[in-house]
Nanobody
């Protein structure tokens, strides 16, 4: 199993940018898809973005398309989420996740502990 640790969250004004990072450790010798989810206060966790092992395929929630970009560096076992044009409704705890395949990101095998992103208006 892969262990995941997120970093890069914080407080930013609307219209600003943040980059989240997620470092993987443990069984990183096998291929796995990576993704980001978020959970706002009082709401259910929702999918944000995902990327295949090789990075050639990505998937985004409609609410973040054109503003967020997911990428990965397998040499560093790290996945990133570049968030631009942030809105107050992006405020949430952001979780990193790993899955066997991009198609199975709905049922991740590993979760990070989460990092808070707060966007002020």
């Amino acid at each position: 199993q892969v262990q995941l640790v997120e970093s890069g969250g914080g407080l930013v004004q609307a219209g600003g940018s943040l980059r989240l990072s997620c470092a993987a450790s443990g069984r990183t010798d096998s291929s796995y898809a990576m993704g980001w989810f978020r959970q706002a206060s009082g709401k259910e966790r929702e999918f944000v973005a995902a990327i295949s092992w090789g990075g050639g395929r990505t998937d985004y929630a409609d609410s973040v398309k054109g503003r967020f970009t997911i990428s990965r560096d397998n040499a560093k076992n790290t996945v990133y989420l570049q968030m631009n044009s942030l809105k107050p409704e992006d405020t949430a705890v952001y979780f990193c996740a790993a899955a066997n395949f991009l198609a199975t990101m709905g049922t991740p095998t590993s979760w990070g502990q989460g990092t808070q992103v707060t966007v002020s208006s």
